[in-house]
């Protein structure tokens, strides 16, 4: 079986676009799955969810997600956040958000201990970020109850593996809005084998600069700000561990 894990697309269609296309050149997969966060910060939210919805993909609900279906979040309309939830909510109209809203946690492939666990940031929460030097102490808190021995998640911009207590973790990372240092987006293919679950990462180009366009077409606000962070790819935390 294989797995298609794309997670923080981030309204972006043009970065999503072109990991399906190349997940096509892979050979495709059976599952395609969306590990949250489609919308918030980019200017086609719609569009991204209308492809996920025309693929029929098994999609989960990541923390923008919530944040937009549940309006009580962030609402005043003095509130930057505010402003961008309403904008987002009315560009993708209230079917659209009700479906965001209606999306589970968790979404499982397999049965028992081997099976494949996805969530979005990770199987607790979903806004506590994971990073691949996470301290024992984190992951046995966040970890530590989950049979599965593999788990695949997102939130975090930064796409690793790392094996733990026989458990494989795999941070699939960004699909439009890539923070690692590396402008490329990011998506993961899982495959099960007889031994357990194997993950491979793919890096896909995507015309930045046409995205940059869009958003500052789109009368989103705060465009300067979000064309910044795409522009700039990488948290500010690793200014000083990525080249």
Request: one cysteine or more; a negative charge; aromatic letters at 6%.
């Amino acid at each position: 079986m294989r797995v298609a894990c794309f997670s923080d697309i981030h309204g972006n269609i043009r970065a999503f676009d072109a990991c399906l296309a190349d997940l096509r050149d892979q050979g495709g997969a059976d599952t395609i799955v969306g590990v949250g966060d489609y919308c918030m910060d980019g200017p086609r939210p719609a569009a991204v969810v209308d492809r996920l919805r025309e693929l029929g993909a098994i999609c989960i609900r990541g923390n923008t997600d919530r944040y937009i279906a549940e309006p009580k979040i962030a609402s005043d309309d003095d509130d930057a956040e505010g402003e961008a939830l309403a904008w987002q909510r009315e560009k993708l109209g209230a079917e659209n958000v009700a479906w965001l809203g209606a999306l589970p946690f968790e979404a499982r492939f397999g049965e028992g201990p081997g099976a494949l666990l996805v969530v979005h940031a990770n199987p607790v929460n979903d806004d506590e970020h994971v990073w691949p030097q996470a301290t024992d102490a984190q992951l046995e808190r966040l970890f530590a109850a989950t049979p599965e021995r593999a788990i695949a998640f997102g939130h975090l911009h930064v796409p690793y593996a790392r094996m733990w207590r026989e458990r494989l973790l795999v941070n699939v990372a960004s699909a439009g809005l890539p923070k690692d240092g590396d402008p490329r987006a990011s998506y993961a293919i899982l495959t099960q084998r007889s031994g357990g679950w194997q993950a491979k990462h793919r890096r896909v180009a995507f015309d930045v600069e046409r995205v940059v366009r869009d958003i500052e077409r789109s009368g989103m606000p705060d465009a300067k700000k979000r064309v910044n962070v795409l522009r700039r790819h990488r948290y500010k935390v690793l200014d000083e561990r990525i080249p």
